[in-house]
């Protein structure tokens, strides 16, 4: 390696007095060798490499452009489709002929599958009692799902003390206990088990509307006692039922005394399933009325109407209540007409655990246009943050243009997707009108939970092509699909892990 002091010499065989180079061309040929001719370690950053990129970059004016647009505004402000937005238009040929109502808010909690499943029960209620808006209580399912959410989650940790503490499931379990989401087989065995009230009887809480927080204490306390658990099965290994305070049963009792006093305090008691309420209302013709009844009493003398609003078609109600009803999904990374499950997922311990009976889309779809078109509200669960905007209530693939943006496309498919973690269910909304050309559907109707000011007064437009990528599930009753499709829920179920991106709680 030369120094400083390395003088020029003549080169051997040449002639003449020695040539100065000219040391400007000289570092540009150097820089040019490094960044083009000799490969540079790929598993570095190399900053070379990013100065030749940030040029190529900004030596097209539309990348310009783009910097000062999206550096000062949000992407999706700036890449949203127009002829997108002039396109998805909220009409539509085939619509419930009664909607819920008022437009419901779940606030800053993640309760979304509780809202759904409540605008489902809630039309049949609102067609009964002649009522020109009703709901039922959220926070009610709310406060015994948490409750029952701590004593699934401490009977799993009992069952697998043998299993290594830093193992994937030992940990996939403690990732989130209590957490908010849920599934349409945990609202089935809430509201078979506990009932339904309304509203007015049992109001949300602010701790109900803002879950945060008590969220994260429910879960610090339930790790807490898991730890307490597994050191106990570690020291003894003959009696692994014992625990710190004796038997691990009472230890777990005492665990879910604490947890009962959180949320009895946060949420307030609320009315056990067995407990006499006064449900005072008015309905149209302006008559007041008062119904004196329990929470079970009152599922169990509406389970007509909670459960199925009678179709003109069929003229009937089932007999069957909630749990009449089951999900349809689409998981193309598995086979169709496969009944699926999710291992250690759930809320009432020894109740209905998740089952999913895996379709293709056209399938799905089809027996949710025939529920619509007998003015039945589908609870259904999709990717909701992925191509939408909540402030003008649109759900469509085109509807951001990140290639023009950004220069990339992307290209995975609803599979792919899955198999990566790109996408999941994440969000439980209602379907309640379709829009049909040419005998397909082309846009759907959706009942959101996010208050009249999200969206077209509260509700969204999705798009078919969305639809395709992104829903994952629809709660359907059996009278709208073939029997071979019922027929799978007698199959021995594909067992998928309880981290598997079917496992995700809406």
Known sequence: MGTANTKLTRPPNSSGPPKRLNLDKLAARVSDLTLTDVEADPTT???HTLCRWEDELLADPKNRLALGALTTHAATSILTNPTALRNDQHIFNHKLELEGSPVTNQRQ???????????????????????????????????WDKLEKANFFLEQIIDTVDEPLDGRLVQSLLAGPVGDGGQWDMVVNLVEKYGLVPKTVYPDSYNATASRNINWLI????????????????????????????????????????IYGILALSLGAPPKPEDKFTWTYVDKDNKVHNLQTTPLAFYKDNIGAVSFVESPKLGLYPKGGVGDRFSLVNDPRNPYMRLMTVERLGNV????????????MTTLKNAVIAMIKA????????????????AKGIMDTKLFDYELGFNVTLNLDKAQRLQTGESAMTHAMVLSGVHIVDGKPTRWRVENSWGDQSGEKGYMMMTDAWMDEYCYQAVVEPHFVDKEVHEV??????????WDPMGALA
């Not at 809630?122 to 709310?142: D, I, P």
């Open 349 to 360: 311990h020894g109740a209905r655990g998740i089952q999913y009976v895996n379709v293709d």
């Open 375 to 390: 003015h039945i509200p589908v609870f259904f669960g999709c990717d909701v943050g992925k191509f939408s905007t909540s």
């Open 45 to 47: 950053v190399n900053i």
């Open 489 to 498: 829920l007698k199959q021995e179920p594909i067992v998928l892990p309880l």
């Open 219 to 258: 879960t610090a306390k339930l790790r807490e006692a898991a730890l307490k658990v597994a050191k106990s099965a570690d020291s003894e290994t003959e009696k692994p039922t014992e625990a710190p305070a004796g038997d691990v049963r009472k230890y777990k009792l005492k665990v879910m005394q604490d």
């Open 109 to 143: 909690s993640g309760r979304c599958w509780l809202f759904a499943s409540t605008n489902v029960f809630r039309v049949g209620m609102m067609k009964k009692y002649k009522l020109s808006g009703f709901e039922f209580s959220q926070n009610y399912l709310f406060f």
